[in-house]
């Protein structure tokens, strides 16, 4: 909806009456059709705007609260930090950036594993916060989902994986790079071990990051989430061409045979609850 207060138009901030901190933080503007809209029902519907049904991005708490039955989720490996091995400073230390990261999301790192129910199964789940260095897969983000990967497979469990990031940690140079194929070793032992993944891609889903899901044996999208190898800007870059609209979207993704299915946030528990059900009561 609309906000009641703090702006005339409803639409936008920029041009309008200032406005406190309070409201600050009580509204928020859609990244898309730029509607100013209250933070809390926002929230309330799941971080959709209600305007024009943008998914919003969702915080790893939140995603986790959408998905799992409340109170089920044990976290698994948050001991796990990153470290500094080509000490990269780009203009700021790696480690003083993590650190920042760290104070202003409350996540140790852009992964968050463990196991939880959804409806009564037990999963283990695997997702990225792009909020934290925008999802970015550094040493620690691999580690993690590869040791949650060899714990869906030694315990027969199925896995769930929620990917939301721009792609590799350029901080960690070719570290960063290794983690996909490390992941990808983990799955490919799931799936001969008879395991069960389901992949979740959602606005972002770029590069390695997107890569791991799309070797799910079921993979979901959320509607009009960005996905792709890289992103708009940095391919422009490369190949000083510009894509048609909409090729990094779910929709063309699903539209030549790359994903399964687009399921809206609101319905996407009770969807990967329905498949897994598939599998744990073939009846
Ligand atoms: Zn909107």
Do not use: W
């Amino acid at each position: 909806m609309k906000a009641r207060s703090g702006s005339r138009s409803g639409r936008c901030f920029m041009g309008g009456p200032r406005i406190t901190t309070d409201a600050e933080r009580a509204a928020m503007t859609c990244t898309r059709c730029r509607a100013v809209l209250v933070t809390e029902e926002v929230r309330r519907n799941l971080h959709v705007c209600p305007e024009c049904e943008c998914h919003l991005p969702v915080s790893a708490a939140e995603r986790i609260a959408q998905l799992l039955d409340a109170g089920t989720f044990a976290e698994r490996h948050a001991e796990l930090r990153p470290t500094d091995p080509l000490r990269f400073d780009d203009g700021r230390p790696y480690l003083e950036r993590i650190k920042a990261e760290q104070e202003r999301t409350g996540l140790p790192e852009a992964a968050v594993v463990g196991e939880g129910l959804i409806q009564g199964i037990r999963v283990v789940l695997g997702l990225v916060d792009s909020g934290f260095l925008r999802g970015s897969m550094g040493s620690v983000v691999g580690e993690k989902l590869t040791r949650a990967i060899e714990e869906a497979t030694g315990r027969k469990l199925p896995l769930v994986l929620v990917t939301s990031s721009a792609g590799a940690r350029m901080h960690e140079g070719v570290l960063s790079l290794m983690q996909m194929a490390k992941i990808a070793a983990a799955l490919g032992r799931h799936h001969a071990a008879g395991g069960f993944c389901l992949g979740v891609l959602t606005d972002p889903s770029i590069g390695g990051v997107a890569g791991f899901a799309f070797l799910s044996d079921i993979v979901l999208a959320e509607p009009r989430a960005m996905v792709g190898f890289i992103g708009p800007r940095v391919h422009a870059q490369v190949t000083h061409l510009r894509l048609p609209e909409g090729v990094q979207t779910s929709e063309f993704a699903l539209q030549h045979g790359f994903i399964d299915r687009i399921v809206p946030r609101r319905e996407l528990r009770e969807r990967i609850a329905q498949l897994l059900g598939y599998l744990t009561d073939p009846s």
